[in-house]
């Protein structure tokens, strides 16, 4: 078997200050090429927190203190500054959770969307704007060159999370961490959007870290998954195994806790206390240990 496009293997973060809180604790898995992997969780799990030490973009308050990120095998905690900024961009890129954040309310969604083609790849003039073009035929938005010209508040939400899309796999990078990208969106946009990423990593065999506390949206688009509790792997594997069968109990509750629009009195049940508690009790024995498994 081909060596895995991302391995992060025995990940430990902790807050820079004393008493150095643990956020990530031995946190270890593997994405394949053209592998959509979704880390899941309640808030503070710690999902963010790797996909922003993949990106190299973790808050001053937050430092790591163990473990590899092996990208196509080079580990990223160790390679040279100039060599990572010149990877992340261009091999890795990111599709955000705002997409009204995301974008420069003074610029045109062109020149945006065309940054990385015009910085990374020196494109210009008539091949950029028809590349432009392209990009968004890709994410199927009807009459690409009016949009072109337009400013962000012109266009909807959903609109504008198809440009970041675009953009993101607009120098057909190897893998991108998608961080809640259907999260200010509304139900209907957000099945568009997520059938989005989906159709275009596998037309461009993209692997794809997938950032969700949303176990309805894992079921539609992550081949696998990572369940995390207070920055420790709970469980890992297939989707539609643990899905169908957690093996641990904080996943069922997970499972269960998720509303399911198409079962009426489904729904928003509380993760059961003492899950929590055994949980807890875990976390405080744990340490910085080797296994990050529960
Ligand atoms: N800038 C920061 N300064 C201090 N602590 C932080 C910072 N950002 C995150 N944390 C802490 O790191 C832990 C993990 O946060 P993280 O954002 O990765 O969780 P998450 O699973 O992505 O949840 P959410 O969906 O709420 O963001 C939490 O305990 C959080 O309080």
């Not at 990877?87 to 309310?105: R, S, V, W």
């Not at 910085?119 to 035929?137: D, S």
């Not at 990593?201 to 539609?220: E, M, P, S």
Request: with cysteine.
């Amino acid at each position: 078997m081909s060596a895995p496009l991302l391995e992060i293997s025995g990940l430990s973060a902790r807050l820079r200050r004393p008493p150095h809180s643990p956020l990530l604790r031995s946190v270890s898995l593997t994405v394949a090429a053209g592998e959509v992997h979704g880390l899941v969780g309640e808030s503070g799990a710690g999902k963010s927190t790797i996909g922003k030490a993949i990106l190299d973009i973790l808050p001053d308050a937050i430092e790591l203190c163990g473990g590899t990120i092996r990208f196509a095998g080079e580990d990223l905690t160790t390679m040279p500054a100039a060599r990572l900024r010149k990877l992340l961009g261009t091999e890795i890129a990111l599709i955000p959770q705002d997409p009204m954040t995301a974008l420069n309310p003074s610029r045109q969604v062109g020149s945006q969307l065309t940054d990385g083609l015009r910085l990374r790849r020196g494109l210009k003039g008539a091949a950029l704007k028809q590349k432009a073009i392209e990009l968004l035929r890709d994410v199927q938005i009807a009459d690409p060159e009016r949009v072109l010209a337009l400013y962000p508040h012109e266009i909807s939400g959903g609109m504008r999370q198809r440009i970041l899309i675009a953009a993101a796999f607009s120098l057909d990078p190897k893998l991108i961490i998608a961080d809640e990208p259907t999260t200010a969106l509304d139900v209907t946009v957000q099945k568009e959007v997520l059938r989005m990423i989906r159709n275009m990593q596998k037309i461009h065999g993209t692997g794809v870290v997938f950032v969700t506390h949303d176990l309805g949206v894992v079921a539609q688009v992550c081949d696998r998954l990572t369940v995390l509790y207070g920055g420790m792997v709970v469980e890992q594997g297939e989707t539609a195994a643990i899905l169908a069968s957690p093996s641990h109990g904080y996943t069922r509750a997970l499972i269960d806790a998720t509303p399911r629009h198409d079962r009426a009195g489904t729904g928003m049940q509380p993760i059961p206390a003492g899950i929590v508690a055994d949980l807890k009790a875990q976390l405080s024995r744990y340490g910085f240990g080797p296994s990050g498994h529960v």
